[in-house]
């Protein structure tokens, strides 16, 4: 099953996954269209894993997006979280907020 590797030891169990199954077999039934490409299903599979975990989200789409480097990942990430658009009231630190802050392990 193409889920469990972003599931693996996460808080999901088989009927959730089943479920996520059956809505996405569903959906590409009830299309009008005769052909659906990849990127569209993998969309829809990024988009209900979402829901039941953000985890298990995150680990599908940086095997399926195939992200050149961290930053362009994080920027999607971010992308995804806030809908294309930061909203600077928000309280919640932004994935990169880190990066910009020099450390030192000596």
């Known amino acids: 099953m193409v889920f469990r590797p972003p599931v693996k030891k996460r808080p999901v169990s088989l009927l959730q996954l089943e479920t996520v199954v059956e809505k996405i077999a569903g959906w590409l039934i009830?299309?009008?269209?005769?052909?659906?490409?990849?990127?569209?299903?993998?969309?829809k599979v990024m988009f209900e894993l979402k829901k039941i975990d953000d985890v298990a989200y995150v680990r599908f789409a940086s095997v399926y997006r195939n992200f050149k480097d961290v930053q362009e990942f994080v920027e999607t990430l971010e992308e995804d979280e806030f809908?294309?658009?930061?909203?600077?009231?928000?309280?919640?630190?932004?994935?990169?907020?880190?990066?910009?802050?020099?450390?030192?392990?000596?």
């Open 30 to 43: 009830n299309r009008a269209d005769s052909e659906i490409s990849s990127q569209l299903i993998g969309q």
């Open 83 to 106: 809908g294309g658009s930061k909203d600077s009231q928000s309280p919640q630190l932004t994935l990169t907020s880190f990066e910009e802050t020099p450390t030192s392990f000596s």
